[in-house]
């Protein structure tokens, strides 16, 4: 993909473009938080991504591996880091698959014992 240098529409930064771009990538976040803020603001629950965003002042911050609460599933109290306020976080576990040609032992033996009954 070429690249070019632009100036950003929004803060006339030079920064490296692909022809589809017209912001630097400072002002997207600043444009993402905004858009996470307006929605947050109307009561409904934004999609944060890899790490958990205040849906009072938009601030992003790592999940602490110290506290349980941000690796158990479901919705928890937290308090943002940046101003203090209390929020609901929504967590949800995410899986990922991978597959094999055999069924492991145990499962073609459960299988097994179930058609020993029927
Ligand atoms: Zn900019
Ligand atoms: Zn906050």
Redesign the pocket.
Known sequence: MPSEIKLCAECGNPFKAQFYESYCSKCNKKFEREEFLEEAAVGKEVYCGDNPV?P????EYEADFEDPDYYREGEHAMT??????E?CLSITVSYSYDACRELPKWMAEDRRRTEEVS
């Open positions: 205040c009072w002042c938009g601030e943002c880091p940046e101003c203090g306020k929020y």
